[in-house]
């Protein structure tokens, strides 16, 4: 994914989300003219089926004690205890009621994931997110 950040200046519009920039705060990403935050969800997912950062987590745990709950920042003990105190919740759940994007809530759910916090499980054509 090459990007290169702009160096004009003047203002521009992100053609991902639509917000209003400085073009020498803006990126070129596929052809496109993006905002950080726009730059930063589509060029660096976090992938939630993978092994290494789930063993690096553990690892982590057994070397300062630190429980994976307590790793969570305030948004992901939000979205783990809504998880938990509903049983099964679907990803566009996660979207309508924490106000996050489509790519934020993979990586949140990614990170949990990666805890072993929460795990995906399929039922029917539903696919949905449970505690671990």
Partial sequence: MGAKKMSETGKVKCQSCGCEILSEESYVLNGL???????LEKSHRVIACNPLATYSAKRFQESD??????RLNDQQKAIYEFIKSKGKVTPQELVDKFNLSKAETENQI???RHLELTKGKK???KTYIVPF
């Fill in 33 to 39: 003219t993006v905002c950080d935050d726009c730059y």
């Fill in 65 to 70: 004690g630190l429980e994976a709950e307590d």
């Fill in 110 to 112: 990614a990170i949990l």
């Fill in 123 to 125: 039922e029917g054509d």
